[in-house]
């Protein structure tokens, strides 16, 4: 099954709003703009990826960055 993935990075597009995942991979971001469409989600060595936000549980996997 999926772990979280501790310490990631996740920013609201274009604010400074952010969290940083817990032990679980879980985070929270309180008074996210209504008008805030997406999140990125970032850590070292991965691919960061944009996804929509929504209310709830988002699952986001995460790819290796592999370069040559």
Known sequence: P???LIGASV???GTTMG????????FA???VPTDAKALIVSYLGM???R???????ITVTMTV???L
């Open 2 to 4: 999926p772990r979280g």
């Open 11 to 13: 920013l609201v597009e």
């Open 19 to 26: 969290a940083i995942t817990d032990v679980d991979g879980k």
């Open 29 to 31: 971001i309180n008074n």
């Open 47 to 49: 691919i960061t990826q």
């Open 51 to 57: 996804v929509g936000i929504q209310r709830g549980t």
């Open 65 to 67: 960055s592999i370069s």
